[in-house]
């Protein structure tokens, strides 16, 4: 048996021959081991890092921001997976008439394409989160050198709709405003990278891993159909009044679960970057502003609790005019000699100054804080500003003439509404709130809003009391006949306040902040709403500009919440469309 | 010594010819794993082009469902007619809305026999 290349032979000549072959095979063989040796063994970490980097590819895990919903889970910020368009301007390789292409497609010129495909780095943006169609359309020309990654965009359905509540993101998608910026803890998620393995022709190894990371997912107490209502009407409100801006909150006054919160002016979520600071602004917790008659409440629930005046108690406001600290303060009308809840039906400015003096500095300041007034609410939005109320050692003389009707005190609109919603729940301040839950992506929920232990600041027999004073405001002889709803009773008030003219330091006699809050079913509250209308034309009373507008979205909404007339038996209901 | 020769004869190729079957076996695995690997990562990218597209139509469709525009669509003509038709959706009129007590309708004749803890 012979292997084969090992040729024997007898003869001598055959012999040297075989003797070379031999040799020439031997060595060749010694030669390939020594090269296999220095590659497998010297030069082991070279050759395994080179591999390494051609057979090894680093990924992203693409991080997206958790979906923000309504409260029956209808979508209000949701991600969108977009496609960036790079190159690198070494390897990029097109002709003029595909740069034409692409520029008409990214309906930028020419010139702009060009400038970046020629700059001295490896790595250019082209363009940013171009939509999947025009990144169809760009890879159909084949551009050598250029390449798309994904990256997620913020999307807001519905636009302008709730833009003060949900806020927005910027390009980097960093939160900005609303619940993006209060919640970003909740709602953004870490990313890191992963390593896949790829062959020559660089189609990638499957890892079995998800290669994205959601954020928690957050669920409002805000309906769509209620924010959509209040919004539709503040439209019509600001349109016509001509006024500087509008802003309305609807509120459980149980449970403290904001329903809807409007402003306008507004934006579109989907550019802010359009937006003016004004229009950005959520004023309902934002802006102060001196409620006016609607703080009337505070000396009104006061005297009942403090059972200051017996029922027969009347006031004679017959001058139309009381001097306090040697201000004259008069009522809009004459209305000559007043019950207690005539004072409040008539919002009579006499008679709230006659109600206050009775109560005196402290007893008034005290109440104004048990209303929650000059404190923060502590809803869970950001921006909120507490408002202010002197203590009663710093009042001027004029003071007690001024704080029992709603001057000299600042307020936002959201901490007048939770004051009566106080009177519409029996007596307890609840905490205004906006998040109802969070979710991991798996469903999981990490945080669920709960009524904390309730503060009770009236007792049940003010609260009653006060309630049906407030009936009487929507009656035939009150200031807020405008709000009444059909088959439902209204109880609230209504606010005509002055604005400060800045030249004069005075109140301003063309300049007002018109009013109205209230809830309806007034003996079975279902929601609490509160209407403010700045500087509107034409008409300054909250009766005549505020009330209409409440009337108008609690018609429609006590309509989309089924909320039976007064009159409806309450159990086993069906609806019949006549 | 004729058994030791049986063995030798055909034990031994048959050996030799498992274990190079083996060997290619594996080899053969390993490359069909690998593969298989890089086809599931081409259906991974398919999957992840269609989810793109899904996230883009719903958010179509959430937008298109946004109340604004179920209240107020686009309007046109209505079919051979001149009138401008907008076919809007209005909250119902709670006036004309009756709220009655639900009660239980006449219940169907049934023919067949039916046990009484059935019924």
């Given at each position: 048996m012979s292997l084969p290349g090992l040729i024997k032979s007898g003869d001598g000549t055959n012999r040297k021959r075989t003797v070379i072959l031999n040799t020439i095979i031997i060595f060749s063989f010694v030669v390939v081991f020594f090269r296999l040796a220095d590659i497998m063994v010297l030069k082991n970490r070279f050759y395994s890092e080179k591999a390494k980097s051609q057979q090894i590819k680093t990924e992203d895990i693409q991080t997206r921001r958790g979906n923000i919903y309504d409260?029956?889970?209808?979508?209000l910020a949701i991600n969108l997976d977009l496609e960036s368009l790079y190159c690198d301007p070494g390897e990029a390789h097109a002709s003029t008439a595909t740069i034409r292409k692409l520029s008409s497609i990214l309906n930028t010129e020419p010139k702009a394409i060009t400038a970046k495909l020629s700059q001295d780095r490896r790595f250019v943006w082209v363009d940013r989160k171009l939509s999947l169609a025009t990144a169809d359309r760009i890879r159909k020309l084949n551009v050598t050198g250029c390449g798309f990654v994904t990256e997620a965009k913020r999307f807001y359905p519905k636009s302008t709709l709730a833009s003060h509540i949900v806020g927005a993101v910027g390009s980097e998608n960093q939160p900005l405003e609303g619940i993006e910026l209060q919640y970003d803890k909740y709602l953004r998620t870490t990313g890191g990278k992963v390593q896949v393995a790829r062959d020559a022709s660089g189609r990638v190894l499957s890892t079995g891993m998800t290669m994205e990371a959601k954020g928690n997912d957050i669920i409002l107490t805000i309906d769509e159909g209620l924010q959509y209502i209040v919004e539709k009407e503040l439209e019509k409100a600001m349109a016509a009044w001509r006024s500087v801006a509008v802003t309305a909150i609807m509120m459980d006054?149980?449970?403290?679960?904001?329903?809807a919160l409007a402003n306008r002016p507004t934006y579109d979520l989907n550019n802010i970057s359009g937006a003016d600071r004004h229009e950005v602004r959520n004023r309902s917790i934002t802006d102060v502003y001196e409620p006016g008659s609607t703080f009337k409440i505070v000396v009104g629930s006061a005297a009942l609790e403090e059972r200051l005046f017996p029922a027969s108690q009347t006031f004679d406001c017959s001058k139309g005019s009381i001097e306090v600290g040697g201000k004259n303060v008069r009522d809009a009308h004459k209305h000559g000699v007043l019950t207690f809840e005539e004072v409040i039906q008539k919002s009579s400015n006499v008679g709230s100054i006659m109600i206050g003096m009775r109560l005196g500095k402290d007893r008034i300041y005290n109440y104004t804080k048990r209303f929650g007034f000059g404190e923060k609410t502590a809803i869970d939005l950001p921006g909120e500003v507490s408002g202010w109320i002197r203590r009663p050692e710093k009042w001027s003389a004029t003071s007690l003439g001024a704080i029992p009707i709603g001057q000299e005190v600042a307020v936002t609109p959201l901490q007048v509404l939770r004051a009566y919603a106080a009177i519409a729940n029996g007596g307890y301040l609840v905490r205004p709130h906006i998040v109802a839950e969070i979710r991991t992506p798996d469903g999981q929920t990490v945080f669920s809003a709960h009524q904390e232990e309730k503060q009770r600041i009236l007792s049940e027999r003010t609260a009653y009391a006060m309630r049906d004073i407030l009936k009487l405001v929507v009656e035939e002889g009150g200031t807020a006949t405008g709000a009444a709803v059909q088959g439902n009773k209204v109880a609230g008030k209504t606010g005509t306040a002055q604005l400060i003219d800045p030249k004069t330091r005075r109140y301003s006699r063309d300049r007002f902040i018109s009013s109205f809050v209230g809830f309806v079913p007034a003996d079975k509250p279902r929601l609490a709403m509160i209407v403010v209308v700045y500087e509107p034309k034409g008409q300054i009373y909250g009766g005549v500009v505020a009330a209409p507008v409440f009337k108008s979205v609690a018609d429609q909404a006590l309509s989309y919440l089924d909320i039976p007339m007064d009159d409806s038996p309450v159990k086993n209901l069906l609806l019949v469309s006549r | 010594m004729r058994k030791s020769s049986t063995f030798s004869l055909v034990f031994k190729p048959l050996c030799m010819v498992l274990l190079l079957f083996s060997l290619f076996s594996m080899v053969w695995l390993r490359s069909s794993v690998t593969s298989a690997a890089y086809t599931v990562r081409e259906l991974e990218d398919k999957r992840t082009t269609e989810v793109k597209e899904m996230k883009s139509l719903l958010a179509e469709r959430s937008r298109l469902m946004a109340l604004s525009n179920v209240e107020f669509p686009r309007q046109g003509y209505a079919q051979g007619g001149r009138k401008l038709v907008s076919g809007g959706y209005v909250f119902p009129d709670r006036v004309k809305v009756i709220h009655v007590q639900r009660t239980k309708g006449p219940e169907v004749y049934r023919a067949s026999y039916q046990p009484a803890e059935q019924r």
């Open positions: 409260r029956r889970g209808r979508d006054p149980f449970s403290g679960e904001i329903l | -």
